[in-house]
């Protein structure tokens, strides 16, 4: 929207030394129409810099623009030092989320170690239990997964409901908690429960700090990112292997990797800000405020903003559309059908790879 008074004179002016006059002149009798003779009235005008050197610039001249999300997170940059510390919290859940999940390969392998120097005290061990068709103690792994399977899309539900970061920080603090229960359960069976909660978890931990990320930083920083997650996955991925030979039995593995979410949360609890996107698709305009005007304290630099334009035109954008209409729109996509083969194919195939190094 544009809204602009300027001195006739110097419309006048500027024209004059236009060749064009002549023909813009006509208005909306030539071919052009007069919103479009004062649009070629202005980009002279600024070409020429008259305006500028206008004192009568200031009250002349009012021009409200239309700024979406993607154009404020442009402009705060991927460098930036708010931005850039959202990043790298959110990858190092990847490392915490991922030291519980591959852990049961030593605290309950599946062929267990019959050389004289196995001095580890494995779950099976532990509750002396005895392998038939099926050995109950890989358990310890299945019933993970099986918490994420049941509980796991409550967390999802409830970050578009409540928020990114509440139920970020109460992921971390159930994840660490129920694993530290596991550690000290004094049965087979609690300790099941305790890994049931942890992996519930799982899915909030890994994919909804993913979605927090992606809203905080601006579009051109997501290949960053991707990389960034993926080398913390993999920090954490081999950091079970040391901590299984450094600590004697799989009570002290299961509390070293539970501790860590614990911290971590409580860290979190005073630094972790809200998505962006999401206060503005909620139309938390204070919230909204405060966000841009921490990162701009963070970075020691003024960022240009205005809160209502930026949460009205969000609310002018918004997106309607069913589930079934968007999952029809994305399988009308060759391009996002290709790349979820591809990536579901990736999936599959390394984590046999794993499966098969792992015995």
Same mark, same amino acid.
């Given at each position: 929207?544009?809204?602009?008074?300027?001195?006739?004179?110097?419309?006048?002016?500027?024209?004059?030394?236009?060749?064009?006059?002549?023909?813009?002149?006509?208005?909306? *009798? $030539?071919?052009?129409?007069?919103?479009?003779?004062? =649009?070629? %009235?202005? /980009?002279?005008? @600024?070409?020429?810099?008259?305006?500028?050197?206008?004192?009568?610039?200031?009250?002349?001249?009012?021009?409200?623009?239309?700024?979406?999300?993607?154009?404020?997170?442009?402009?705060?940059?991927?460098?930036?030092?708010?931005?850039?510390?959202?990043?790298?919290?959110?990858?190092?859940?990847?490392?915490?989320?991922?030291?519980?999940?591959?852990?049961?390969?030593?605290?309950?392998?599946?062929?267990?170690?019959?050389?004289?120097?196995?001095?580890?005290?494995?779950?099976?061990?532990?509750?002396?239990?005895?392998?038939?068709?099926?050995?109950?103690?890989?358990?310890?792994?299945?019933?993970?997964?099986?918490?994420?399977?049941?509980?796991?899309?409550?967390?999802?539900?409830?970050?578009?409901?409540?928020?990114?970061?509440?139920?970020?920080?109460?992921?971390?603090?159930? *994840? $660490?908690?129920?694993?530290?229960?596991?550690?000290? =359960?004094? %049965?087979? /069976?609690?300790? @099941?429960?305790?890994?049931?909660?942890?992996?519930?978890?799982?899915?909030?931990?890994?994919?909804?700090?993913?979605?927090?990320?992606?809203?905080?930083?601006?579009?051109?920083?997501?290949?960053?990112?991707?990389?960034?997650?993926?080398?913390?996955?993999?920090?954490?991925?081999?950091?079970?292997?040391?901590?299984?030979?450094?600590?004697?039995?799989?009570?002290?593995?299961?509390?070293?990797?539970?501790?860590?979410?614990?911290?971590?949360?409580?860290?979190?609890?005073?630094?972790?800000?809200?998505?962006?996107?999401?206060?503005?698709?909620?139309?938390?305009?204070?919230?909204?405020?405060?966000?841009?005007?921490?990162?701009?304290?963070?970075?020691?630099?003024?960022?240009?903003?205005?809160?209502?334009?930026?949460?009205?035109?969000?609310?002018?954008?918004?997106?309607?559309?069913?589930?079934?209409?968007?999952?029809?729109?994305?399988?009308?996509?060759?391009?996002?059908?290709?790349?979820?083969?591809?990536?579901?194919?990736?999936?599959?195939?390394?984590?046999?790879?794993?499966?098969?190094?792992?015995?």
């Amino acid at each position: 929207m544009v809204s602009i008074s300027l001195p006739t004179s110097l419309v006048t002016d500027t024209l004059l030394e236009d060749e064009e006059y002549d023909f813009l002149k006509k208005g909306s *009798s $030539g071919k052009l129409s007069d919103e479009e003779l004062l =649009a070629r %009235t202005i /980009e002279k005008a @600024l070409k020429t810099k008259k305006l500028a050197q206008s004192p009568n610039m200031t009250s002349s001249i009012k021009v409200e623009t239309s700024i979406k999300v993607e154009d404020l997170l442009d402009q705060i940059g991927i460098w930036h030092p708010y931005p850039l510390f959202i990043t790298f919290s959110m990858a190092f859940l990847w490392l915490l989320s991922v030291m519980p999940t591959m852990s049961p390969s030593y605290m309950a392998p599946s062929s267990p170690c019959t050389l004289d120097n196995c001095s580890f005290v494995t779950v099976q061990n532990e509750f002396n239990i005895t392998k038939t068709l099926i050995d109950p103690g890989e358990m310890t792994s299945s019933i993970f997964f099986l918490g994420n399977g049941i509980l796991g899309q409550i967390y999802a539900v409830a970050a578009d409901r409540i928020g990114r970061r509440p139920v970020l920080i109460a992921s971390l603090f159930i *994840s $660490g908690l129920s694993g530290i229960g596991a550690a000290y =359960a004094p %049965t087979f /069976e609690i300790m @099941l429960i305790g890994r049931f909660f942890q992996g519930s978890c799982f899915t909030a931990l890994t994919m909804i700090n993913w979605v927090m990320c992606c809203e905080s930083i601006s579009f051109s920083g997501h290949g960053y990112a991707s990389v960034l997650f993926g080398l913390c996955w993999v920090i954490g991925y081999c950091s079970v292997s040391p901590l299984a030979m450094y600590f004697s039995t799989w009570r002290y593995v299961q509390l070293a990797t539970s501790v860590p979410c614990v911290l971590f949360g409580i860290l979190m609890m005073f630094t972790l800000p809200e998505s962006f996107s999401f206060l503005v698709a909620k139309r938390k305009r204070d919230d909204l405020v405060k966000w841009i005007e921490m990162a701009s304290r963070v970075g020691n630099e003024e960022i240009d903003y205005d809160a209502d334009q930026i949460v009205d035109m969000s609310s002018r954008e918004e997106d309607n559309e069913s589930l079934l209409q968007t999952l029809k729109l994305v399988l009308q996509s060759k391009l996002m059908v290709t790349n979820t083969a591809v990536e579901t194919f990736l999936w599959k195939f390394f984590d046999k790879i794993f499966t098969i190094l792992k015995y």
